[in-house]
């Protein structure tokens, strides 16, 4: 029997696991059910195959019991027939699963026709002796059968019609029961609900039964797609449903309610906005959902016709005169039962004012061209005077309803028109197809020279069909952009700027035609992409040929021009020697300067010219900025000056000013987090060592952010906030003092502080005679801490302002990756401290490598960093286990298995729990294995899982003794 497995949403998707090992060119089918329908909900079936390839996508609608079944899958291909384990992922709304099945490399072979004949002979007689025993009778099945598939099919289903009951159900394969059996029981409650006449549901039950039919005789293929069939008759019984709303959250209906009793110039009388306001007093706002829901539609659609009513057109003036006599009579309206009662006249009303405007571009067309109308406005010209005539002495609304078909058409006309000529001059502006252009001018032609409006409406459908073969012509999406991402890389690598325009425009426009692929854009958008993919589809192999054909004088073009570049800021280094060799490591920074260069070059030959382009122009702008360091303060830095060291210079300032304005404003409510704020500015110190900066600004944020909460004064007589006023750019006091006597006021007095513990400005104001207070003044702007201080009596209170600093330093690649470098380095060194103890600290190679490291880190050596934390997880693993005489533990990681073994030492000769732990470089614990010794203390567990690269220790814990083991992932 079949099992059922659970989706990631508990009893909201359940999928019939039928997955086993399949053949090579077998059939699939999926089945499930579907706890919580969502109507116009659409379930997504994706099939991705052992490479992670989408092998296949379905689309589908379940039945309204739930129960889906998606159509034949057949598992055969060079992308859904290669043997390996395949993963299958349905999404409804919310609600995803996934599950999977393997394809073996066997080739599925299919029965021959005199196979099932036979199979189908022998599913009949077995069928006649099942019912001759339900019932007790004889077999109704005769000996003599016929020879052809189709007459025992037609025997079969004329067996189940007149002795079906569910009895004969557990016949079935019960891989296709359950879908059987689903699809018969929506076709019986179709007809006990009186929505299917019986000689409809004995049709559907017709072709389950033949799909029943083929799959018990092993044509599964005709089998399920007989039973779609069903499933898609059973759905389209009710083809229209109405469209599911999300249920409002609590909060959604509190704020609609806010904005409601907010809302001026409505229909909702005094009356009506006080029972608004009593719903949302009470909280009662979910028992009045569906009324909120359709007061907020009648309220659209009432300020929709005010605007209408303000419109000088003959066309509204039967809408603007209706509604100016019923707007009096809704806000007369005493309750929102009352308002929404009227909601069928005004969705009435609202309809006609929609209806009409449709008619606005038509009547802008002809009076736009009056002086001197084109030949397509003297075609419309003599309908639409009769129809707006007809529109303007209407006599009711459901007069200009019932012109619908008219308005539209009327529309439909300019419409194409205009879809026409746009489609001309974006063909022609991109450069299209002469051909396509041709086509389309004429069908213009037509439409202009157009004897009757039915001539232009049939040419709607040529353009379209235009369209769709433009369309059909193209690559698919995914095919060009993929085409182009290929050239895009090679033309950054070839520095082609001008073919590079080219790329980022097209995939901007395949971006674009991806969005509105899950929109609903409007049919003018859909030309003008489609014009403009078949551009992006024409010019792809065009500018595939200009790279391929990328010839030695181009290159040397633009290698010359880099090279000459990087000659000219040799020469400049050259110069600068002269006056500036004896400043502090001016010689060094030339050295390494001048080994930046050499790598441009070294770029050049491996004709990497987009890479040697950027890291020229990275290299004037450091020269520049490490010049006007050395030129405005020549001795400003014992070290010298580079970028990394200028970029030093300005976090070492900033921490300084932390380290100041915690000596000036210290208090004994600090001390509890004098320690926290120490492993915060050692932390950001050592970032700033390794030229990590990128996480140095975050982490003098956070430092700043911690300062402002915890460097507070308090004072028991004070208590008092600082909010921000964004609109007026000012600071707020709000707060109270502690008062004996509420018959008057006191003084209060206000001192801003700088970080370095200087004055910014004062404050003197008083307090109410109840002890509030209330002031503003205009807020710094300059980043930083400040202090502001508060006065009352002898008493005295702070709060800290945080005005964040903006960081405006710029990162290249290198600078990242030194990033990354610098992020694993310091969980390495966390890692092996909070791990090794003693080893670690007393160990002289770790002292070592690490030295080399931060050396690395100052000369900005990728390479050489690499290495050494290669070298520094060798020695973790090497040196750092902790082992011991009691007990031994050891870890081996290959081939995504982690093999844990080792050994207790035991005074009793029985099993005892022991536990493993096993931690990550991070220091995160990402595996508790619990395992039993033998009687001699010896264990062993093996563990199927994939690590990410790292360093990883297994920690043992037997009694009071700790023994670990380390192993390296790479």
Same mark, same amino acid.
């Given at each position: 029997?079949?099992?059922?497995?659970?989706?990631?949403?508990p009893?909201?998707?359940?999928?019939?696991?039928?997955?086993?090992?399949?053949?090579?060119?077998?059939?699939?089918?999926?089945?499930?059910q579907?706890?919580n329908?969502?109507? /116009?909900?659409?379930?997504?079936?994706?099939?991705?195959?052992?490479q =992670?390839?989408?092998?296949?996508?379905?689309?589908?609608?379940?039945?309204?019991? =739930?129960?889906?079944?998606?159509?034949?899958?057949?598992?055969?291909?060079?992308?859904c027939?290669?043997?390996? $384990?395949?993963?299958?992922?349905?999404?409804?709304?919310?609600?995803?699963?996934?599950?999977?099945?393997?394809?073996?490399?066997?080739?599925?072979?299919?029965?021959?026709? +005199?196979?099932?004949?036979?199979?189908?002979?022998?599913?009949?007689?077995?069928?006649?002796?099942?019912?001759?025993?339900?019932?007790?009778?004889?077999?109704?099945?005769?000996?003599?059968?016929p020879?052809?598939?189709?007459?025992?099919?037609?025997?079969?289903?004329a067996?189940?019609?007149?002795?079906?009951?569910?009895?004969?159900?557990?016949? *079935?394969?019960?891989?296709?029961?359950?879908?059987?059996?689903?699809?018969?029981?929506?076709?019986? !409650?179709?007809?006990? /609900?009186?929505?299917?006449?019986?000689?409809?549901?004995?049709?559907?039950?017709?072709?389950?039964?033949?799909?029943?039919?083929?799959?018990? *005789?092993g044509?599964?293929?005709k089998?399920?797609?007989?039973?779609?069939?069903?499933?898609v008759?059973?759905?389209?019984?009710?083809?229209?449903?109405?469209?599911a709303?999300?249920?409002?959250?609590?909060?959604?209906?509190?704020?609609?309610l806010?904005?409601?009793?907010? !809302?001026?110039?409505?229909?909702?009388?005094?009356?009506?906005?006080?029972?608004v306001?009593?719903?949302?007093?009470?909280?009662?706002?979910?028992?009045?959902?569906? $009324?909120?829901?359709?007061?907020?539609?009648?309220?659209?659609?009432?300020?929709?016709?005010?605007?209408?009513?303000? !419109?000088?057109?003959?066309?509204?003036?039967?809408?603007?005169?209706?509604?100016?006599?019923?707007?009096?009579?809704?806000?007369?309206?005493?309750?929102?039962?009352?308002?929404?009662?009227?909601?069928?006249?005004?969705?009435?009303?609202?309809?006609?004012?929609?209806?009409?405007?449709?008619?606005?571009?038509?009547?802008?067309?002809?009076?736009?061209?009056?002086?001197?109308?084109?030949?397509?406005?003297?075609?419309?010209?003599?309908?639409?005077?009769?129809?707006?005539?007809?529109?303007?002495?209407?006599?009711?609304?459901?007069?200009?309803?019932?012109?619908?078909?008219?308005?539209?058409?009327?529309?439909?006309?300019?419409?194409?028109?205009?879809?026409?000529?746009?489609?001309?001059?974006?063909?022609?502006?991109?450069?299209?197809?002469?051909e396509?252009?041709? +086509?389309?001018?004429?069908?213009?032609?037509?439409?202009?020279?157009?004897?009757?409006?039915?001539?232009v409406?049939?040419?709607?459908?040529?353009?379209?069909?235009?369209?769709?073969?433009?369309?059909?012509?193209?690559?698919?999406?995914?095919?060009?952009?993929?085409?182009?991402?290929?050239?895009?890389?090679?033309?950054?690598?070839?520095?082609?700027?001008?073919?590079?325009?080219?790329?980022?425009?097209?995939?901007?426009?395949?971006?674009?035609?991806?969005?509105?692929?899950?929109?609903?854009?409007?049919?003018?958008?859909?030309?003008?992409?489609?014009?403009?993919?078949?551009?992006?589809?024409?010019?792809?192999?065009?500018?595939?040929?200009?790279?391929d054909?990328?010839?030695?004088?181009?290159?040397?073009?633009?290698?010359?021009?880099?090279?000459?570049?990087?000659?000219?800021?040799?020469?400049?280094?050259?110069?600068?020697?002269?006056?500036?060799?004896?400043?502090?490591?001016y010689?060094?920074?030339?050295?390494?300067?001048?080994?930046?260069?050499?790598?441009?070059?070294d770029?050049?030959?491996?004709?990497?010219?987009?890479?040697?382009?950027?890291?020229?122009?990275?290299?004037?702008? +450091?020269?520049?900025?490490?010049?006007?360091?050395?030129?405005?303060?020549?001795?400003?830095?014992?070290? =010298?000056?580079?970028? /990394?060291?200028?970029?030093?210079?300005?976090?070492?300032?900033?921490?300084?000013?932390?380290?100041?304005?915690?000596?000036?404003?210290?208090?004994?409510?600090?001390?509890?987090?004098?320690?926290?704020?120490n492993?915060?500015?050692?932390?950001?110190?050592?970032?700033?060592?390794?030229?990590?900066?990128?996480?140095?600004?975050?982490?003098?944020?956070?430092?700043?952010?911690?300062l402002?909460?915890?460097?507070?004064?308090?004072?028991?007589?004070?208590?008092?906030?600082?909010?921000?006023?964004?609109?007026k750019?000012?600071?707020?006091?709000?707060?109270?003092?502690?008062?004996?006597?509420? /018959?008057?006021?006191?003084?209060?007095?206000?001192?801003?502080?700088k970080?370095?513990?200087?004055?910014?400005?004062?404050?003197?104001?008083?307090?109410?005679?109840?002890?509030?207070?209330?002031?503003?003044?205009?807020?710094?702007?300059?980043?930083?801490?400040?202090?502001?201080?508060?006065?009352?009596?002898?008493?005295?209170?702070?709060?800290?302002?945080?005005?964040?600093?903006?960081?405006?330093?710029?990162?290249?690649?290198?600078?990242?990756?030194?990033?990354?470098?610098?992020?694993?380095? +310091?969980?390495?060194?966390?890692?092996?401290?909070?791990?090794?103890?003693?080893?670690?600290?007393?160990?002289?190679?770790?002292?070592?490598?690490?030295?080399?490291?931060?050396?690395?880190?100052?000369?900005?050596?990728?390479?050489?960093?690499?290495d050494?934390?290669?070298?520094?997880?060798?020695?973790?693993?090497?040196?750092?286990?902790?082992?011991?005489?009691?007990?031994?533990?050891?870890?081996?990681?290959?081939?995504?298995?982690?093999?844990?073994?080792?050994?207790?030492?035991?005074?009793?000769?029985?099993?005892?729990?022991?536990?493993?732990?096993?931690?990550?470089?991070?220091?995160?614990?990402?595996?508790?294995?619990?395992?039993?010794?033998?009687?001699?203390?010896?264990?062993?567990?093996?563990i199927?899982?994939?690590?990410?690269?790292?360093?990883?220790?297994?920690?043992?814990?037997?009694?009071?003794v700790?023994?670990?083991?380390?192993?390296?992932?790479?």
């Amino acid at each position: 029997m079949p099992v059922y497995a659970s989706a990631q949403t508990p009893d909201r998707i359940t999928v019939l696991e039928n997955f086993g090992n399949y053949d090579s060119g077998e059939p699939l089918f999926v089945y499930g059910q579907i706890a919580n329908i969502l109507d /116009d909900s659409f379930l997504i079936m994706q099939i991705f195959n052992p490479q =992670g390839d989408l092998c296949q996508i379905q689309q589908l609608m379940p039945l309204p019991n =739930g129960a889906f079944i998606t159509n034949v899958i057949p598992l055969e291909g060079r992308i859904c027939g290669i043997p390996g $384990e395949y993963e299958i992922k349905l999404f409804y709304g919310d609600y995803s699963t996934t599950t999977t099945f393997s394809v073996s490399s066997n080739d599925f072979s299919e029965l021959t026709n +005199e196979q099932m004949v036979s199979s189908a002979k022998n599913l009949l007689t077995a069928q006649g002796i099942t019912i001759g025993n339900l019932f007790d009778i004889s077999s109704p099945v005769s000996d003599q059968k016929p020879d052809s598939l189709s007459e025992l099919e037609s025997d079969f289903v004329a067996l189940w019609n007149e002795f079906y009951v569910d009895d004969l159900i557990l016949e *079935i394969n019960p891989l296709i029961r359950p879908a059987i059996s689903s699809s018969l029981d929506s076709v019986q !409650k179709l007809l006990s /609900d009186d929505e299917i006449s019986f000689e409809i549901a004995k049709s559907i039950d017709e072709i389950i039964f033949a799909s029943t039919f083929y799959y018990e *005789i092993g044509d599964k293929t005709k089998s399920i797609d007989l039973l779609t069939d069903a499933f898609v008759d059973i759905r389209n019984v009710n083809p229209e449903k109405a469209s599911a709303q999300r249920t409002p959250t609590f909060d959604e209906l509190e704020e609609t309610l806010l904005n409601l009793m907010k !809302k001026s110039d409505t229909v909702m009388s005094k009356s009506v906005k006080n029972e608004v306001g009593f719903i949302f007093a009470r909280g009662t706002a979910p028992v009045y959902s569906d $009324e909120i829901s359709e007061l907020i539609d009648v309220l659209s659609k009432s300020r929709y016709l005010d605007v209408v009513s303000r !419109k000088q057109s003959d066309l509204y003036r039967l809408v603007q005169n209706d509604w100016d006599s019923l707007k009096p009579s809704l806000m007369a309206k005493e309750s929102i039962d009352e308002l929404i009662a009227s909601s069928i006249r005004v969705t009435e009303l609202h309809q006609a004012a929609v209806l009409l405007r449709e008619l606005d571009n038509v009547d802008r067309f002809i009076s736009s061209d009056s002086e001197e109308n084109s030949d397509l406005a003297n075609l419309i010209y003599p309908d639409w005077k009769k129809l707006s005539n007809n529109l303007a002495l209407a006599s009711s609304v459901n007069d200009i309803l019932e012109s619908e078909s008219e308005i539209r058409q009327m529309a439909q006309v300019i419409d194409i028109a205009s879809r026409i000529n746009k489609s001309v001059e974006i063909s022609q502006s991109a450069g299209v197809d002469n051909e396509v252009i041709s +086509e389309w001018k004429s069908l213009l032609e037509r439409v202009e020279n157009a004897d009757t409006i039915d001539d232009v409406l049939e040419i709607v459908s040529e353009f379209d069909k235009s369209m769709t073969e433009l369309r059909e012509k193209r690559s698919p999406l995914t095919i060009l952009e993929f085409q182009y991402k290929t050239m895009k890389e090679k033309a950054e690598l070839q520095a082609d700027y001008e073919n590079l325009f080219l790329i980022d425009n097209a995939l901007k426009i395949l971006n674009t035609a991806k969005q509105m692929e899950s929109g609903n854009p409007s049919i003018t958008r859909i030309d003008r992409i489609e014009v403009l993919l078949s551009w992006v589809s024409d010019v792809s192999p065009k500018i595939k040929n200009d790279l391929d054909s990328y010839n030695k004088d181009a290159y040397k073009i633009r290698a010359s021009d880099i090279l000459q570049r990087a000659k000219s800021l040799e020469n400049l280094v050259e110069l600068s020697l002269t006056k500036n060799r004896f400043l502090p490591n001016y010689i060094e920074f030339t050295e390494t300067f001048n080994k930046k260069i050499d790598t441009v070059r070294d770029l050049v030959i491996k004709n990497d010219l987009d890479q040697a382009d950027e890291l020229v122009r990275d290299l004037f702008n +450091e020269w520049s900025s490490v010049s006007k360091a050395y030129s405005d303060d020549p001795y400003g830095s014992d070290v =010298g000056y580079t970028s /990394d060291e200028i970029k030093r210079i300005e976090f070492r300032k900033k921490l300084d000013a932390f380290s100041t304005m915690v000596s000036t404003f210290h208090n004994a409510g600090f001390s509890t987090y004098v320690d926290e704020y120490n492993q915060m500015m050692t932390d950001a110190n050592k970032m700033v060592e390794l030229a990590n900066f990128v996480d140095a600004e975050s982490k003098i944020s956070e430092i700043g952010d911690y300062l402002s909460k915890h460097l507070v004064l308090d004072s028991d007589s004070i208590i008092y906030d600082i909010s921000f006023d964004p609109e007026k750019d000012i600071w707020i006091i709000n707060g109270a003092t502690e008062k004996s006597i509420f /018959d008057r006021r006191e003084n209060l007095y206000v001192t801003v502080y700088k970080m370095d513990g200087t004055p910014h400005s004062s404050l003197e104001f008083t307090d109410t005679k109840q002890g509030n207070f209330f002031t503003q003044w205009i807020a710094p702007t300059d980043p930083g801490l400040y202090v502001v201080m508060l006065q009352y009596k002898d008493s005295k209170a702070s709060q800290i302002v945080h005005v964040e600093e903006e960081f405006d330093f710029e990162y290249t690649d290198v600078d990242l990756n030194i990033v990354d470098l610098a992020r694993e380095f +310091e969980e390495l060194e966390s890692f092996a401290e909070k791990f090794g103890g003693d080893s670690f600290t007393e160990n002289p190679r770790f002292s070592a490598v690490i030295n080399q490291i931060e050396f690395a880190f100052k000369d900005k050596d990728a390479k050489n960093i690499d290495d050494n934390l290669d070298e520094l997880k060798t020695i973790i693993e090497r040196y750092l286990p902790i082992r011991s005489r009691v007990a031994v533990v050891e870890a081996i990681y290959d081939n995504d298995k982690l093999i844990v073994s080792g050994a207790v030492q035991k005074t009793l000769a029985f099993r005892e729990d022991l536990f493993v732990d096993v931690y990550d470089q991070r220091g995160i614990l990402i595996e508790e294995i619990a395992l039993k010794d033998n009687s001699s203390g010896l264990f062993t567990e093996v563990i199927s899982r994939s690590f990410e690269p790292g360093i990883y220790v297994t920690q043992l814990q037997y009694h009071d003794v700790t023994v670990t083991d380390f192993f390296n992932v790479k």
